[in-house]
């Protein structure tokens, strides 16, 4: 089926105007395209372009309806014939630019991590969560094989029930909650809407996920019936899908120009925690024992989790401070972003 049915994803996106969530392009770039759809010609650029634009200005830049219409419609060539089914199962295609270009995201992706707040908190958010996520899972298939459980391979698959449960249930209620919430807060800001607004759901899931994995620790380290250890697991994955779901979504939305040197810098870090914590649990909780060992976990998860509440604080800030580097990385992307 994979094989067969999974057809290539990759999509050459060219943009010819701003449009995009977080994209900034001048207010000249705007007039140019605007007057260009009317036939008129483009006003030269004032010495004062620097400055910001009267509400005058604004006001005659900004589009009719008609011209919203067009610049919210898809445009699609006909002219050019689509791939065949078996074009569209090719492993490797290729991509138009110079080797350059495409070898630096190797590398730029970590100089995004330790150049920009936003970057290095989701990635560390993503990190710990996962992290907690696998030293459960390895922690059950370890201590349910023994007495008083005795769970086969069987049951123990079964036990991951609860866990997808509870991050069903997070991710539906934190979908409509943190849309509405964002909602409200951009209308109390003027109608502007900013990234970090999406922290305020961020923090209530954070006691589900600490609470949640410090009863899973007691629970099965001190052989509580298995229905307390499911619902343990159950609720801490309640809260830390709900987390990792917002800490993309502020990702996304802070740094959408960047965010594949982004996701791949995160990746990094997500792989890192969970390929240490994996190889370090038998030894660490042969030494210290299981709850001691979420204890630790728990107090670096709470640190880096309680963070959110720096951001809410001055997150917009850092972004304007990081604003330069910001654009810098988006101007060196593998295809043009409409930055300016």
């Given at each position: ?103 630096r995201h190797s590398w730029q ?35 349910m094989l023994d007495a008083p ?192």
């Amino acid at each position: 089926m994979f094989v067969f049915g999974f057809e290539e994803t990759k999509f050459m996106h060219f943009e010819t105007l701003e449009g995009r969530q977080g994209s900034v392009t001048s207010a000249t770039a705007k007039n140019t395209i605007f007057n260009s759809e009317k036939g008129e010609k483009p006003a030269p650029e004032s010495p004062a372009s620097d400055f910001p634009p009267s509400a005058e200005i604004m006001r005659s830049s900004e589009p009719d309806a008609e011209t919203r219409r067009k610049l919210s419609t898809i445009q699609i060539d006909y002219s050019k014939p689509r791939k065949t089914y078996v074009q569209r199962l090719n492993l490797l295609t290729t991509s138009e630019g110079p080797w350059v270009d495409f070898l630096r995201h190797s590398w730029q992706p970590f100089m995004i991590l330790f150049t920009i707040p936003g970057v290095a908190y989701c990635s560390l958010v993503y990190g710990i969560l996962l992290a907690w996520s696998t030293v459960m899972t390895t922690a059950l298939s370890t201590y349910m094989l023994d007495a008083p459980y005795n769970f086969s391979a069987s049951q123990i698959g079964l036990m991951s029930l609860a866990p997808f449960i509870g991050s069903t249930l997070g991710t539906i209620v934190v979908g409509p909650v943190s849309d509405f919430v964002a909602l409200r807060l951009a209308k109390r800001n003027g109608g502007i809407y900013e990234p970090e607004m999406r922290f305020w759901v961020f923090l209530p899931f954070v006691p589900f996920q600490l609470a949640g994995a410090w009863w899973f620790a007691y629970a099965l380290a001190g052989g509580a019936p298995w229905p307390q250890v499911a619902m343990a697991f159950g609720i801490a994955n309640f809260g830390s899908g709900p987390l990792s779901s917002l800490a993309l979504v502020y990702l996304l939305d802070a740094y959408n120009e960047i965010v594949g040197d982004a996701l791949t810098a995160l990746t990094v870090v997500r792989n890192t925690f969970s390929t240490i914590f994996v190889f370090a649990i038998p030894a660490w909780a042969a030494a210290v024992g299981l709850p001691n060992v979420f204890n630790t976990i728990g107090a670096l998860g709470l640190v880096i989790l309680s963070f959110a509440g720096a951001f809410i604080w001055k997150g917009k800030f850092w972004r304007y401070k990081f604003a330069k580097t910001y654009k810098y990385y988006a101007d060196r992307q593998f295809e043009a972003r409409p930055m300016s």
